[in-house]
T-cell receptor, first 114, second 113 residues
């Protein structure tokens, strides 16, 4: 498959452990944040989103935390599985009228070892 | 329902040529966004269309253009190709484009030689 990014930071975890992927965003005016997962050869896949009026949101095995004070976003994956191996991107929405103009972070590669 | 489709999946062009990429959104989706993905620059927003109108534009030169048709299908065009235009071009669709979930296609891998 195609490599998404050749020099991305990598987080290596053991299967069954919890993973935490961090992201710093730049614009304090951003009001909507999303985490995407991208597997080799595929487009990004939506994982979970959070609006700026929240500081935590939970999905199935995933939790997103938002700290607006320090402009920091994190994705927690519980009981990480080999299928979670991928590149993870955070994205913030900017643009007038709230339309979809997403600014993506550089990405983090998650490697899950059995 | 069918996902976002992009054609072609792979393309090789020569410097100076132009190229047109196509994106068919999920049925019912009216917003289509385009992104460029490279190892060096990551994912960068190109532009977004809704109901045949460009609503948002990223910081790319005028060689990059797009359009959307009445059936919401979208095309992007790159003229006078440069080596640095080699990238994965991703299209994403959503119902309204206002913070609803975007669904990405598999991308078109463009190689400029």
């Amino acid at each position: 498959g195609e490599s998404v990014g050749l020099h991305l930071p990598t987080l290596s975890v053991q299967e069954g452990d919890n993973s935490i992927i961090n992201c710093a965003y730049s614009n304090s005016a951003s009001d909507y944040f999303i985490w995407y997962k991208q597997e080799s050869g595929k487009g990004p896949q939506f994982i979970i989103d959070i609006r700026s009026n929240m500081d935590k949101r939970q999905g199935q095995r995933v939790t997103v935390l938002l700290n607006k004070t320090v402009k920091h976003l994190s994705l927690q994956i519980a009981a990480t599985q080999p299928g979670d191996s991928a590149v993870y991107f955070c994205a913030e929405r900017r643009g007038s009228g709230g339309y979809n103009k997403l600014i993506f972070g550089a990405g983090t590669r998650l490697a899950v070892h059995p | 329902k069918a996902g976002v489709t992009q054609t072609p999946r792979y393309l090789i062009k020569t410097r100076g040529q132009q190229v047109t990429l196509s994106c068919s959104p999920i049925s019912g989706h009216r917003s289509v966004s385009w992104y460029q993905q490279t190892p060096g620059q990551g994912l960068q927003f190109l532009f977004e269309y809704f109901s045949e109108t460009q609503r948002n534009k990223g910081n790319f030169p005028g060689r990059f253009s797009g359009r959307q048709f009445s059936n919401s299908r979208s095309e992007m065009n790159v003229s006078t190709l440069e080596l640095g235009d080699s990238a994965l071009y991703l299209c994403a669709s959503s119902w309204s484009g206002t913070s609803d979930e975007q669904y990405f296609g598999p991308g078109t891998r463009l190689t400029v030689t």
